[in-house]
């Protein structure tokens, strides 16, 4: 089975500090995702990427990089964090054949709270 | 762009019951649909997926859905709710129009099952 990690589980950060966070799959997809989970407004997509080193806008990106210098690894950062990023995110891969009905694998996701 | 509405945003069920979770579509071109399944603590997991094979689509755990083109729904049942069906469960469309090989998510629906 696919594996998708997501390197905490809970966070808490400071209001201004830069924050990294880390995703790791181990079956060789091309595409992988960062999305965030907020109560009543489900999934929201932040970032994408469908190969080393590239990367696309999703439909929230403000206040989110991202960073992906190896095939596996898909890292998200937020560069100066404010309270309105405390969020669930989860990260998730798929396996980059170009269709698009492909099954995505999520991580069991960060809890990241800003204070 | 594509999307999709859940309508409900929790939904309580006595074991046995049918289980019946509403999701709408909005779409330009023919869509591809999901179901993901998120239990307590854990990620997205993929429950069943229609790619205009067939409209009623049967998926993991007894559930199955079916593709409604003239009511642009994609409504998810199960005959007979189990207490391990708990969970949050999310109805997603692919970026057909757009070609962008993420999906976007409904709000989510939390089902609750009584003894």
């Known amino acids: 089975d696919v594996k998708v990690t997501q390197s905490s589980r809970y966070l808490v950060k400071r209001t201004g500090e830069k924050v990294f966070l880390e995703c790791v799959q181990d079956m060789d997809h091309e595409n992988m995702f960062w999305y965030r989970q907020d109560p009543g407004l489900g999934l929201r997509l932040i970032y994408f990427s469908y190969d080393v080193k590239m990367k696309e806008k999703g439909d929230i990106p403000e206040g989110y990089s991202v960073s992906r210098e190896k095939k596996e690894r898909f890292s998200l950062i937020l560069e100066s964090a404010s309270t309105n990023q405390t969020s669930m995110y989860l990260c998730?891969?798929?396996?980059?054949?170009?269709?698009?009905?492909?099954?995505?694998?999520f991580g069991s996701g960060t809890q990241l709270s800003v204070l | 762009a594509q999307s999709v509405t859940q309508l409900g945003s929790h939904v309580s069920v006595s074991e046995g019951a049918l289980v019946l979770l509403r999701c709408n579509y909005s779409s330009s071109v023919p869509p591809y649909l999901f179901w993901y399944v998120q239990y307590p603590n854990q990620g997205l997991q993929l429950l069943l997926k229609?790619?205009?094979?067939?409209?009623l689509v049967k998926g993991i755990n007894g559930f199955e859905a079916e593709f409604k083109k003239s009511e642009t729904s994609f409504h998810l049942t199960k005959p007979s709710a189990h207490m391990s069906d708990a969970a949050e469960y999310f109805c997603?469309?692919?970026?057909?129009?757009?070609?962008?090989?993420?999906?976007?998510f409904g709000s989510g629906t939390r089902l609750q099952v009584q003894p």
């Open positions: 998730a891969s798929s396996l980059g054949t170009g269709a698009t009905n492909e099954k995505l694998f």
């Open positions: 229609y790619t205009s094979a067939a409209t």
């Open positions: 997603a469309v692919s970026e057909m129009d757009t070609g962008r090989r993420a999906l976007t």
